[in-house]
Structure formats: C-alpha cells, structure tokens
C-alpha cells in the first residue's frame, strides 16, 4: 500500500548532537515532499520542501534535508540540535499518483536533554 | 495578518449526535483544507474545497461533510458521531495555482465524542 514511514517514533538526544530522521515513501510518478514541525503548543509549520531542482534543500532553523529518489527517501538533518527544537516533526508527501493529496507519517516526537 | 484560525478550540459531544466545525483561511487564501489528526498519528486527509466546491476527498464516509463559503471560510460537519471521531481537526489553508502543497495550518478543534 502507498505510504510514508518515519521510522522513529520517539527520538531522544542531548544538545548538540546531530539529528537524523528518517522518512520514507512508496508513491512513484512526481512527487513533493515536506517536513513540518510541531512545537508543544503550537501549530503545525513548514521546516522545508522539496519540488525540484537541488535535492539538497534547507529549511528554517538550521535544519536541511536530502531527497534521494532511488531510496526514495526524504531525510531530515540538523548538525548540532538545540533544547528548543524540542518538538514533534512530520513529514509529508504529495504525489502524482495520490491525486497530490498531502500524505502523512505518524510523525516523530523529538526530546532534547539540555 | 491573521493566520488560520478555528472555532471552537475544544468541543464535547455525545455519540449520535451532530457537529459543526469552523475555520477562516490565511488572508490571501482560497483553498481549505480539513484533516483529521488522532492521537499519536499523523494528520489524515479529510478533503479540500475550492470555489465552493469539493476538489478532493479522502477515505471518509459520507457522515462528513464540508462547505466553504465566498469569503473562503469553511465548515467540516460530522453527523451521526462514533466514539472513533474524538480526535483533533486541523484546517490548513493554501492558494491554489501557486504551489497550493504549501499549507498553513490553524490551531484545531480538539473533538470529543462520549
């Protein structure tokens, strides 16, 4: 079945590690990716996104991530985490062959010890 | 500039009853979008209206149903109301035709049915 797979579902580090967080997709044809964050409290917001072009694309806050269409896989990275990125992180998918309808993963609850 | 916006913030309804559920769009925007979000998962597509219409919709019974009006605002109602229902309702708004994937996201309905 078409799909988004974050693989953590619960990540925890301490400030200034590196951050990787994985998602992966099953739609084929063109596809767009995001990544949206949550932070306690707040609403859902656009990280970054990708439609074409670099597929390395940087987001807000530092972080980027890496669209490699043959693991169709969409990662998000940060190089050095900070206790306010505490949040959850969502990516999500349209594609061609979903009718571009926005398809989500169950999400990443991200803990940052201070 | 206003941002998405929903009412009411928190609802609680007996099973078998009605619900209507509010949203105005980011200024600018002309397309609205509904989502379901339960507990520990990603959001769940609902659908999407456009020129008071409904352009997409996701794999949702009949029981909901939509409306947007002139001004872009929008309702999502859900009749006949199952204990499954209680979950948070986001609304995000985009503009269609210029990468209408990019959506901003309200603060939600948070929706308990008892």
């Known amino acids: 079945a078409q799909s988004v797979s974050q693989h953590n579902h619960h990540v925890i580090l301490s400030e200034a590690a590196s951050l990787e967080l994985g998602c992966n997709y099953s739609?084929?044809?063109?596809?767009?990716l995001f990544w949206y964050v949550q932070y306690p409290g707040q609403h859902l917001q656009l990280l970054l996104k990708?439609?074409?072009?670099d597929p390395l694309v940087k987001g807000i806050k530092g972080f980027e991530a890496e669209f490699i269409k043959s693991k169709f896989s969409f990662n998000l990275r940060k190089p050095s985490v900070q206790w306010s990125d505490t949040a959850e992180y969502f990516c999500?998918?349209?594609?061609?062959?979903?009718?571009?309808?926005?398809?989500w993963g169950a999400g990443t609850k991200l803990i940052i010890k201070p | 500039d206003a941002g998405v916006t929903q009412s009411p913030t928190h609802l609680i309804k007996t099973r078998g009853q009605q619900v209507t559920l509010r949203c105005s769009p980011k200024?600018?925007?002309?397309?609205v979008s509904w989502y379901q979000q339960a507990l520990g998962q990603g959001p769940q597509f609902i659908f999407q209206?456009?020129?008071?219409?409904?352009?997409q919709r996701g794999n949702f019974p009949d029981r909901f149903s939509g409306h947007q009006y002139p001004n872009y605002s929008s309702e999502l109602n859900v009749n006949a109301l199952l204990l499954g229902d209680s979950a948070l309702y986001l609304c995000?708004?985009?503009?269609?035709?210029?990468?209408?994937?990019?959506?901003?996201f309200g603060p939600g309905t948070r929706l308990t049915v008892t």
């Open positions: 995000a708004s985009s503009i269609t035709g210029m990468g209408s994937y990019e959506q901003y």
């Open positions: 200024s600018g925007h002309d397309t």
């Open positions: 209206y456009y020129e008071e219409e409904e352009r």
């Open positions: 739609y084929g044809g063109t596809v767009n």
């Open positions: 990708y439609f074409s072009g």
């Open positions: 999500a998918v349209t594609a061609s062959d979903s009718n571009y309808q926005l398809i």
